[in-house]
């Protein structure tokens, strides 16, 4: 079935730099897409959300792309640091569904 | 203000034996959800209530899952007879219910069947 998947599963960065994590969605129905970031023993919070009217939304540090044409999302962190190393998962809102469809995740780990 | 609120936060059963996890979710939300997320996994769809309409319930993996919404507040989900395979973190997360509105996560309930 159609659903939201990452395309990798880990991501190493150094700190301070910039973070890029992108996502891939085939439900050509979805509306709204949603990033969340997970740290160990606690549950997804929410980053950043973008509706598919926009192509780009900004927050403090994060910026999320959307292209409807080739269906990909992305999240970018500026300025990476220590508290950012998580599992992101980006979740897909639409078609009818009444809950998030969630990819796997990406870890991202931040080197000093 | 009050996030999405689990307990259990931990819980360690026997196979066999029936557990309850209960969520309270933040106050005027009327959408909730539960998911389950195994061990380094994404999350798993499992129930949505919404308001006073039927539960979507096309996510429970059995029917030794069941749960509940009693007075459109705290919700319970019910696994019957656990079985090792039902280990996994249970997260509940709550809406404004609004088409495009971001659903907020509690901390989970970490379930261990032995």
């Known amino acids: 079935g159609e659903n939201v998947g990452l395309h990798l599963p880990t991501l190493s960065v150094q700190e301070g730099d910039n973070s890029i994590i992108n996502c891939a969605y085939s439900?050509?129905?979805?509306?709204?897409f949603i990033w969340y970031k997970q740290e160990s023993g606690k549950g997804p919070q929410f980053i950043i959300d973008?509706?598919?009217?926009?192509d780009k939304r900004q927050g403090q540090r994060v910026t999320v792309l959307l292209n409807k044409t080739v269906k990909h999302l992305s999240l970018q962190i500026a300025a990476t640091q220590p508290g950012d190393s998580a599992v992101y998962f980006c979740a897909d809102l639409g078609g009818g569904a009444d809950g998030l469809t969630f990819g796997k995740g990406t870890h991202l780990i931040i080197q000093p | 203000g009050a996030g999405v609120s689990q307990s259990p936060s931990n819980k360690v059963t026997e196979k066999g034996k029936d557990v309850e996890l209960r969520c309270d979710p933040i106050s005027g939300h009327t959408a909730l959800y539960w998911y389950r997320q195994s061990l380094g996994q994404g999350l798993e769809f499992l129930i949505y209530f919404q308001g006073n309409s039927a539960p979507d319930k096309s996510g429970l993996p059995s029917d030794r899952f069941s749960a509940e919404r009693t007075g459109g507040s705290v919700s319970t989900l019910t696994i019957q007879r656990t079985q090792q395979e039902d280990s996994a973190v249970y997260l509940c997360?709550?809406?404004?219910?609004?088409?495009?509105?971001?659903?907020?996560f509690g901390n989970g309930t970490r379930l261990t069947v032995t």
């Open positions: 997360a709550s809406s404004l219910g609004a088409n495009n509105s971001p659903l907020h």
């Open positions: 439900n050509s129905a979805s509306d709204y």
């Open positions: 973008i509706r598919s009217n926009m």
